[in-house]
């Protein structure tokens, strides 16, 4: 009777270690399996961005074809024919009775919906537009209504409008000319804004140019 008892609690202990062993062996498959799907995120992400620097090849080739038999500068729009600190200024002339400051095409998602579409961004002196491809608009956000502007990086921001009882309104847009637009938004909703560290560049190595500054006076005014 005596050596029956240290052999059993031998036998416990040899139960625990099996089955610690097993629960790490668990925990490290679901681990593996969650870098697995990290490094596939990193993938599409990077799809993603390769994607839409083609995409902005082709805007730039549709915008001067080869067969325009005169100069590319007459075939382009003003604001594409100016240097890039011009752009700001230009984007501040009102157009219409909306005061357009700068359209961009944009991969739009809502929400945290998986599923995205292109369409396209409208920034306006009196708030922000979301088209889809077909120019229907899927959502205008009032300058008074928007909450908070996420930069998650020179090329994706999130905007949100919150509400009580009921889920927000949010969208997430990504687009190769979002660097065109950040500086826009920083003017129109400087409170609201909020660069995440992968943003952090844009404000490192942008300096205020004389066109935001009169952007800046023009929306004072």
């Not at 805007?59 to 700001?88: C, H, I, N, Y």
């Amino acid at each position: 009777a005596d050596t029956s008892v240290p052999r059993t609690r031998g036998e416990e202990l040899t139960g625990l270690m099996a089955g610690s062993q097993k629960r790490l062996e668990d925990t490290a498959r679901v681990l593996h399996h969650q870098g697995q799907q990290l490094d596939s995120v990193m993938r599409g992400l990077d799809k993603m961005e390769s994607d839409l620097e083609v995409a902005d090849r082709l805007l730039t080739e549709l915008e001067s074809p080869a067969w325009w038999p005169f100069s590319s500068k007459l075939w382009k729009t003003p604001p594409e024919t100016k240097p890039r600190e011009d752009v700001s200024m230009t984007s501040c002339e009102p157009f219409g009775k909306e005061g357009i400051l700068i359209k961009i095409p944009a991969i739009i998602s809502h929400r945290t919906e998986s599923h995205v579409k292109p369409g396209r961004l409208t920034v306006l002196v009196s708030g922000l537009e979301i088209h889809d491809s077909s120019s229907l608009l899927m959502h205008r956000f009032e300058r008074e209504d928007v909450d908070d502007i996420k930069v998650h990086s020179p090329y994706e921001i999130s905007i949100r409008q919150r509400f009580i009882g009921k889920p927000d309104m949010a969208y997430r847009l990504i687009s190769a000319k979002m660097p065109e637009v950040i500086p826009i938004l920083e003017v129109q909703f400087s409170k609201k804004m909020e660069l995440l560290e992968d943003a952090l560049v844009l404000r490192s190595a942008r300096t205020s140019s004389p066109a935001e500054k009169s952007c800046s006076v023009w929306h004072a005014g």
